[in-house]
């Protein structure tokens, strides 16, 4: 490399689901080869590899064009934007009052551990404990049963389900709608599914703070 | 009078004040409800309930609130609710619609001057 060679900075949009690979000249530049063949070479081995992970993709571009006496150093850098996707949330709790607080814990530390803010994770957590308390206090008799309670991030949402396997008796007392009432004020799009095997609750909650991944 | 760790209870000039902390949901609402009932002596004026430090409250503490006011109610006991503005008690209560139905106050003082106040023999206008 001369001295006082000039490097000109550019911006290059890429496709979000391009992949990016960066290489010296040693890759395509040599002896036996045109410059513009080992470029189509390179473009080849790279495109049919879409989709894979990077890793082995520099093994095997590296694999394709270099044979085995390389006369020049070589580097090869390949990126590509990854989706994160979240893992979901799982947990089944035994059904009863005295666990709830855990629940409450582990989704909301859950939702602050993937970027939902406070605020978001607060009303979500409170509508999933109202469909937990619904279950403990109506779907099994005293020798309780468990609560699966399921949260995974779609886009600008949460979604959070909760599952029972009872039956909900009728509701006894005028008080037994609060915590339904609460539900619907806070994740609009509740629906209820009842079944022989159980009920399910869908809760799903457009983020406020929307969370770029 | 039983105790309860959520519980503070603070008595004074015919005003009971209740401070409540922690979180309150199914598990101990009710043992919460027993508590503050058994906190207020038949001669009291009212009963303030200080939900300041409450750090989780769900449809449990809801209907709590709904029958201690009832309860009081009939005893012609006042019940004031403290929730600060911008406190999650104070967003909860809300949303379940509570705040048409009890009397909230943003602090201690006011929930209790109104219980005090409301009490107030009407003075007889001068001969």
Redesign the interface.
């Known amino acids: 490399m001369a001295a006082g060679w000039a490097y000109r900075e550019v911006v290059v949009d890429v496709d979000p689901a391009a992949k990016v690979v960066l290489y010296t000249d040693g890759l395509i530049d040599r002896r036996d080869l045109a410059l513009e063949e080992g470029l189509e070479r390179l473009l080849a081995a790279a495109s049919s590899e879409r989709g894979r992970p990077v890793e082995p993709v520099c093994r095997e571009l590296i694999n394709a064009l270099v044979p085995s006496e390389a006369a020049d150093d070589i580097a090869l850098l390949a990126m590509e934007r990854l989706r994160v996707r979240d893992e979901a949330f799982r947990l089944r709790m035994p059904a009863e009052?005295?666990e709830?607080?855990r629940m409450?814990r582990a989704l909301g530390g859950w939702l602050r551990g993937i970027g939902v803010e406070l605020e978001d994770t607060?009303d979500l957590v409170?509508a999933c404990?109202?469909a937990c308390?619904n279950a403990?206090?109506h779907a099994y008799g005293p020798s309780a049963g468990t609560v699966d309670i399921e949260a995974r991030r779609d886009d600008g949402a949460v979604e959070v389900v909760v599952r029972d396997f009872g039956r909900w008796r009728q509701r006894r007392g005028q008080?037994g709608g609060?915590?339904l009432?609460?539900i619907e004020?806070?994740a609009p799009s509740m629906r209820i599914e009842r079944s022989e095997r159980g009920t399910v609750v869908t809760m799903r909650r457009t983020l406020r703070g929307s969370v770029s991944v | 009078m039983t105790e309860h760790p959520n519980v503070t209870i603070a008595g004074d000039d015919g005003v009971v004040v209740a401070s409540l902390s922690g979180e309150i949901d199914l598990s101990n609402a009710a043992e919460i409800t027993h508590t503050l009932l058994g906190g207020v002596p038949n001669e009291a004026l009212g009963l303030v309930i200080d939900l300041s430090e409450v750090s989780y409250l769900d449809s449990a503490g809801v209907r709590m609130l709904a029958e201690l006011d009832h309860r009081l109610g009939w005893r012609a006991q006042a019940l004031r609710v403290v929730a600060p503005e911008e406190s999650r008690s104070r967003r909860v209560l809300e949303i379940a619609g509570l705040e048409r139905v009890l009397s909230l106050d943003t602090s201690v003082v006011t929930a209790r001057s109104s219980i005090e106040e409301s009490n107030e023999e009407p003075e007889l206008p001068p001969d």
């Open positions: 009052p005295a709830l607080r409450r607060n409170l404990a109202e308390s403990i206090r008080d609060r915590g009432a609460l004020a806070l």
